[in-house]
T-cell receptor
Framework: GENVEQHPSTLSVQEGDSAVIKCTYSDSASNYFPWYKQELGKRPQLIIDIRSNVGEKKDQRIAVTLNKTAKHFSLHITETQPEDSAVYFCAASVRSAGGTSYGKLTFGQGTILTVHP | GAVVSQHPSRVICKSGTSVKIECRSLDFQATTMFWYRQFPKQSLMLMATSNEGSKATYEQGVEKDKFLINHASLTLSTLTVTSAHPEDSSFYIC??????FGQGTRLTVV
């Protein structure tokens, strides 16, 4: 089955700096890579995702890059703010081309991001 | 946006009793619901996939008779932890379509 490795496990940055979290996956059939933000005791929130036919995707201060050949993908957060502090999870899955079939997600171990004011 | 409502948010029960957790999709139909378990400071581990109108698919190592999953309608999936033990204490979360998570249920078995 799929195996997702995530690094680093903790990341501490100063406000305004950039943060990068990296993940690798093992199953070449995986084609959907979402990132989630989870605050303590709360539900995970989907913050950005990317499909395997795209190399990069941006949404304001957040971007995700995917290297399908190397089987790794990364989350980039620029101009970090204290409210970005949370646990971030990457995941990998198989999703049908039309988005009508949703395979199970395999999550990375999580990264605790702390942004210091 | 789409909302998944999960109840209860917290429950404390005695060893040997059963607890039912409900997940409802409020403004959409969910043919598939995923159930996860999360230990403190750890990742989400998939327990089972529930499909409306059919039997759930359990992940390896998850006891089917202990974690009963029912998906009787397109808007409701339930997880029942039977004969609960302290080691079942955890955070349980449901999810629809990989993007919409319930609020989670903190189960404590005493």
């Amino acid at each position: 089955g799929e195996n997702v490795e995530q690094h680093p496990s903790t990341l501490s940055v100063q406000e305004g700096d950039s943060a990068v979290i990296k993940c690798t996956y093992s199953d070449s059939a995986s084609n959907y890579f979402p990132w989630y933000k989870q605050e303590l005791g709360k539900r995970p929130q989907l913050i950005i995702d990317i499909r395997s036919n795209v190399g990069e995707k941006k949404d304001q201060r957040i971007a995700v890059t995917l290297n399908k050949t190397a089987k790794h993908f990364s989350l980039h957060i620029t101009e970090t703010q204290p409210e970005d502090s949370a646990v971030y999870f990457c995941a990998a899955s198989v999703r049908s081309a039309g988005g009508t079939s949703y395979g199970k997600l395999t999550f990375g171990q999580g990264t605790i991001l702390t942004v210091h004011p | 946006g789409a909302v998944v409502s999960q109840h209860p948010s917290r429950v404390i029960c005695k060893s040997g009793t059963s607890v039912k957790i409900e997940c409802r999709s409020l403004d959409f139909q969910a043919t598939t619901m995923f159930w996860y378990r999360q230990f403190p400071k750890q990742s989400l581990m998939l327990m089972a996939t529930s499909n409306e109108g059919s039997k759930a698919t359990y992940e390896q190592g998850v006891e089917k008779d202990k974690f009963l999953i029912n998906h009787a309608s397109l808007t409701l999936s339930t997880l029942t932890v039977t004969s609960a033990h302290p080691e079942d204490s955890s955070f349980y979360i449901c999810s629809a379509y990989q993007a919409f998570f319930g609020q989670g249920t903190r189960l404590t078995v005493v």
